[in-house]
């Protein structure tokens, strides 16, 4: 550590070089190292908890433990990463699939992390919940009915989980729609210290047993106390209704409830011990995820965190997570730079101090193009845009490295510090992350960035002392040639991820007393799309405000009551919420239902599905056919889901359909269609093509150009696929198009 002072700053600098043999993203190091100074701190594995929430520090066994995510290296299998980790005391082992490996570390012995057999290394990051006449607005209610459909659909035979916080064990909804049996399946209370973990972890309490989940009542309270979050959201995915009609959208599954712990390294823990229950069970699993990780990790779905969840949907396991609730955030901006020297302005919004007991600050955080370096610092300002002073420059290609400083203008001071990599271990894209606090100083401060080229993103999140905020602030062009805000690129982990379904939210459409249809208007909280590296997010959307659903009996927080219930002796409630926290369990026993119909779906038809059956109306306006960045496809379509699930068919294995088109590549227009479609693609005017069904049968053939139309007039609905051949390229090119009725 080298400190100096250098005109109105003091700086001290820290190259990194690392210890560890594992790979490790520098704003990880720099965690560690807060950590590491808390720990010396505070010897009280409970006074350590208490001053580390913005940390994954969590209790296990007594012990203050810290979660990370491992790459095993090469020569290490699972059976013997146990092995090892069993022998060191200070490590508890938790899940690992596919070669990703969560643990536990005790906070006081965070030197045996230079002994893992591992190749790369993550810091678990902190997990928040994503809170600010659902069943008619995504047509969940013509599926309970069976219009149109071969029989009436429930989520029978579909294991539901929800990872969440604030269960009620005990409330009806969580009953049979006969309130004479509980459909809870099993629980795992990561925070309990009294009972059994499940086989293979060390810590909390689980139970498959239906008698002892209801003495266990509820999970215990936590960081977020007696919460409420949970019950009301495994409501909504598969609430019974609890003799009142509030019935969630699969009413029939049975459910798993985890309480997260803290951080990303418990939730894989969760999920693995989800697949662990529904394999056993030779169930199918809907996991659902209503929290994200705001300010970690990277957002184009590359942290390990994020190759552990693909690595479980390719195993089966099909992932709902909500978008995130920044859509009335103007905190991100972007530019692209084509001459050196070139320099991006955006005034930096602070959250203000008083408003949380927290508050610390902004932290911004910039990614650049792989092999793009960039700059980039602050400016101090008075007024609108007048500069005082600036802090240093710090260039991504002097990375990896870390700084903290303090800076004076205006005999006010700026306390701050800096990460950066040249190329960040995860996804090799230059990264710099700068946080600030500037007290209560009436100054202002900008930041500034420059490239010599590439496009640079940067976001506004509030930073806070002991917690972890996961709410943005705007960026302001603050005069003529600065940039302005815009809530794009919002999507957070783990919904960014490329096999997770993201979920954005709107307000449910209902008829009212006159019996027109009203609301249905995009929820002004839903965070927007794409992710960093330009995929779609959300996928689609669904009800999110003021979304009715139950409350915890156990619950220490007031919430505005809109309904009770009495069951054995006790009053049940039941509240609304709002938030894409609302909209993904929707989504999720809408997937339920899916998987009813057709258990042979994988995770990527399922989502292929929701997709292409998705509705748009007056409120989406005409989507393209790519999808948009606020509404993903439209707005979820249950009924249409569950009849193309019902005649879904996948490319590969099947008789007639080639096993490796060149690509499903086609463009229909409209898809869902009644009457007619339009197909487009990258096709010779001596191409053919074929309208086949899922038992192969041939509907339609004839010639196929650059965009063709097929007439889907008296044909019966379902899922059919367009397939055209060119022969002048010699390829093959598909799409599948979904007949309503």
Not at 57 to 66: D, F, I, K, N
Not at 350 to 360: G, K, N
Not at 535 to 549: D, M, Q, T, W, Y
Request: proline fraction near 5%; hydrophobic fraction near 40%; charge should be negative.
């Amino acid at each position: 550590m080298v400190v100096f002072r250098s005109g109105l700053f003091f700086l001290a600098f820290l190259v990194i070089g690392g210890a560890w043999g594992q790979t490790m993203a520098t704003v990880d190091r720099q965690a560690l190292a807060e950590l590491e100074s808390l720990a010396a701190q505070h010897p009280s594995s409970k006074a350590l908890v208490l001053a580390a929430q913005g940390h994954p520090v969590a209790l296990v066994q007594g012990r203050a433990t810290v979660g990370f995510i491992g790459l095993l290296n090469a020569d290490t299998t699972p059976t013997a990463w146990r092995t090892w980790a069993q022998a060191h005391e200070a490590v508890f082992p938790g899940a690992c699939r596919h070669g990703v490996a969560s643990f536990r570390v005790d906070a006081n012995h965070l030197d045996v992390l230079e002994a893992l057999p591992m190749d790369r290394l993550e810091l678990a990051s902190r997990a928040v919940p994503n809170l600010d006449k659902a069943r008619y607005g995504t047509r969940v209610d013509s599926v309970h009915a069976g219009l149109d459909l071969p029989t009436a659909f429930h989520g029978e035979g579909v294991l539901v989980g929800v990872l969440d916080w604030g269960f009620d064990y005990t409330h009806p909804m969580f009953y049979d729609t006969a309130l004479t049996a509980s459909r809870i399946r099993g629980v795992w209370d990561q925070y309990r210290t009294a009972g059994e973990a499940p086989d293979g972890f060390d810590y909390g309490a689980a139970s498959l047993e239906p008698w002892e989940i209801q003495l266990m009542g509820s999970d215990t309270s936590n960081v977020y106390g007696y919460s409420t979050h949970g019950t009301h959201v495994a409501g909504i995915a598969a609430g019974g209704g609890a003799g009142v009609g509030l019935t969630g959208m699969a009413p029939a599954s049975d459910l798993l409830l985890a309480t997260l712990m803290v951080d990303e390294a418990a939730a894989l823990d969760a999920f693995a011990w989800m697949q662990d229950v529904a394999e056993a069970d030779n169930k199918r699993l809907v996991i659902n995820n209503s929290w994200g990780l705001p300010q970690w990790g990277t957002p184009d779905g590359t942290s390990l965190s994020n190759v552990f969840i693909d690595g479980l949907s390719e195993d089966g396991v099909v992932f709902v997570s909500s978008n995130g609730n920044n859509g009335d955030s103007n905190f991100h901006i972007e530019q692209t730079f084509t001459t050196a020297g070139d320099t991006a302005r955006s005034k930096v919004q602070f959250y203000p101090l008083s408003a949380h007991p927290h508050a610390w600050g902004q932290n911004l955080t910039l990614w650049g193009e792989p092999g793009e370096a960039f700059s980039a610092n602050f400016m101090v300002t008075v007024g609108a845009s007048t500069e005082v002073n600036q802090s240093p420059w710090f260039n991504t290609a002097d990375g990896p490295f870390m700084l903290e400083a303090v800076h004076v203008a205006m005999e006010d001071t700026f306390v701050y510090d800096v990460v950066a990599e040249a190329a960040h271990p995860d996804n090799g894209r230059p990264f710099l992350q700068l946080r600030i606090h500037k007290g209560n100083t009436g100054l202002g401060v900008a930041l500034q960035m420059t490239a010599d080229q590439g496009t640079v993103h940067a976001w506004n999140h509030t930073h806070l002392s002991n917690d972890v905020g996961n709410w943005g602030q705007d960026f302001q062009a603050a005069t003529s040639g600065w940039l302005q805000g815009t809530p794009a690129y919002g999507i957070q982990q783990p919904a960014c991820g490329e096999s997770v379904i993201a979920i954005g939210a709107y307000a449910s459409e209902y008829l009212n007393s006159q019996g027109t249809e009203v609301g249905g208007s995009p929820a002004y909280f839903s965070s927007h799309g794409p992710t960093l590296d330009g995929r779609l997010k959300p996928n689609v959307s669904a009800p999110g405000v003021n979304v009715e659903s139950s409350l915890s009996s156990f619950r220490d927080g007031a919430y505005a009551v809109t309904e009770e219930v009495e069951f054995d002796g006790m009053t049940y409630e039941f509240a609304k919420l709002s938030g894409t926290s609302m909209s993904s369990p929707a989504v999720a026993g809408i997937v339920a239902l899916m998987l009813e119909a057709n258990q042979n779906l994988s995770p990527s038809d399922v989502r292929d599905i929701l997709e292409v059956t998705a509705r748009q109306d007056q409120a989406t306006g005409a989507l393209p056919a790519e999808g948009e960045v606020e509404w993903g496809h439209g707005k979820v379509n249950a009924h249409q889901a569950v009849l193309a699930a019902l005649n879904w068919v996948s490319w590969v294995g099947h008789p007639t359909l080639p096993d490796n088109p060149t690509g499903e590549d086609l463009m229909a227009q409209p898809n869902p269609a009644q009457e007619r479609v339009l197909v487009s693609g990258n096709l010779s005017a001596q191409s053919t093509y074929r309208l086949v069904d899922t038992r192969g049968r041939v509907w339609q053939e004839g010639p196929a150009s650059p965009v063709f139309r097929i007439d889907l007039q008296g044909m019966p609905p379902g899922v059919y696929v367009v397939m055209a051949w060119d022969p002048e390229l010699q390829t093959s090119h598909t799409t599948r198009v979904v007949k309503t009725q």
